[in-house]
């Protein structure tokens, strides 16, 4: 039998997450745990079988909590994506863990990261989608189709299993060997790592450019360190909330860490540009940064949108689920550009790129399935309480 996390979610429930805005999501992740409303289970279930003969089965050693897991588990997430999910599902899709059989190119017992995406390949679909084809398998048409039920990724499908689980199943192609010397703590982060790596890829960073990366959790730190492993940015200036994040920001490679109320003015004075205040709402500079990565899951995007200079760039990291003022990016000439999951290069690179030492240290909360309210509890508090990345690890008790 498998101890599972299981996500069920009722339309009374996720109706009253999403109207109750204007809670800080720590605040209301507590309270709805504490109301036991919260959509997640603690069961044992049979364990999930491989739907195919390339598939294998993965014990997970590590298991991320992602803050799109908290978007969902706090209704925060767009209703847009429930169609492309199937219930009930196990979430986690940061994983390490052993797999249990022999895959093609992975012997049974090697050490993985999984690569979530469930698309053409791992589904059976042939001929691929046009996203798939061409190596972007992120852009899946065929997420709803094939060999599995319905989920954009591992974690959001009622037949793979998810990381918060003690087994999962996961196609060959979804899976990358881990080296020896990157231990498991490490290894977790390779999947958000991966992810920044793709998202300053997805737009032409020139040389010297200033960039402005909006929020400081872990998304916004590892866009950084990607900034500075894998393109040529100039200065890179990193809006962050609280003290250990302004440390973590600078080791990482920012040239100066700001709080979101002095964003504008910072970035006027680095950049030159003119300060603008209307009637209502933020300031907003004419002028400002080349490129400005939106790395706090919504709460950041108006901001982002009124410091990038005209024809600037704002990149979509992480999951928006919060509305913004469009009018900047209209007045402004703004590229807005999405970024989700990784292309095909960007798990090769973030596993070398892991052994990054100021990485160390992210994952310092390491919590059994049975503390699972603790663990959200405190991966929903995760800033204020000094941490980065917490994590379930299935197999302790
Ligand atoms: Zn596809």
């Known amino acids: 039998m498998n101890l599972t996390l299981e996500y069920h979610r009722s339309p009374v429930r996720y ?7 204007g809670t800080r999501l720590g605040t209301r992740a507590a309270g709805m745990l504490a109301a036991n409303l919260s959509p997640l289970r603690l069961l044992n279930r049979p364990d999930p079988r491989p739907p195919g003969p390339d598939w294998g089965r993965v014990r997970p050693l590590l298991s991320g909590i ?45 050490r993985v990261v999984l690569d979530p995406v469930l698309g053409c390949a791992a589904r059976g679909v042939d001929p691929p989608c046009a996203g798939c084809a061409s190596g972007d398998r992120q852009r899946c048409d065929h997420i709803t189709a094939g060999a599995v039920s319905a989920g954009l990724q591992t ?4 037949d793979t299993g998810g990381g918060w689980s003690r087994m999962l199943v996961a196609h060959f192609s979804q899976l990358h060997q881990v080296p020896d010397d990157l231990d498991d703590p490490a290894a977790v982060m390779v999947e958000p790592l991966a ?12 040389e010297n450019a200033s960039v402005l990366v909006v929020g400081a959790g872990t998304v916004g730190l590892l866009t950084v360190l990607a900034l500075r492993a894998h393109t040529k940015a100039g200065p890179v200036y990193v809006v962050a909330r609280y003290p250990h994040q302004r440390e973590r ?23 030159g540009g003119f300060l603008a205040t209307p009637d209502r709402g933020a300031e907003y500079l004419l002028g400002g940064a080349d490129v400005v990565f939106e790395c706090t899951g919504g709460s ?5 949108l ?27 000439e703004l590229h807005l550009v999405g970024a989700y999951a990784t292309g095909g290069r960007d798990f090769p690179d973030a596993l070398a790129l892991a052994h990054a030492p100021p990485l160390s240290g992210y994952v ?26 917490v994590a379930f690890a299935p197999h302790r008790d």
């Not at 109706?15 to 805005?21: D, N, Q, V, Y």
């Not at 974690?155 to 009622?158: E, K, L, M, T, V």
């Open 15 to 21: 109706l009253a997450g999403r109207t109750a805005t």
């Open 66 to 110: 992602c803050g799109s897991d908290l978007g969902l588990l706090t209704g925060r997430n767009s209703p847009y994506l429930s169609a492309v999910v199937s219930m009930p599902f196990t979430p986690g899709h940061e994983v390490v863990g052993e797999l249990l059989d022999d895959l093609p190119g992975l012997a049974k017992g090697s």
């Open 155 to 158: 974690g959001y499908c009622a």
């Open 195 to 206: 992810c920044a790596i793709h998202t300053v890829r997805r737009v032409e960073i020139p």
């Open 249 to 271: 920001a600078l080791a990482a490679g920012a040239t100066e860490v700001v709080s979101s109320d002095r964003a504008a003015r910072a970035l006027r004075r680095a950049t």
């Open 300 to 304: 950041g995007l108006d901001a982002a």
């Open 306 to 332: 009124r410091v990038a200079r005209a024809g600037g760039t704002v990149v979509l990291s992480g999951m928006p689920n919060r509305s913004a003022d469009l009018t900047p990016a209209w007045f402004r």
């Open 364 to 389: 310092d909360a390491i919590y059994p399935l049975s503390r699972w309210r603790d663990a959200i509890g405190h991966a929903s508090a995760a800033g204020r309480l000094g941490t980065v990345k």
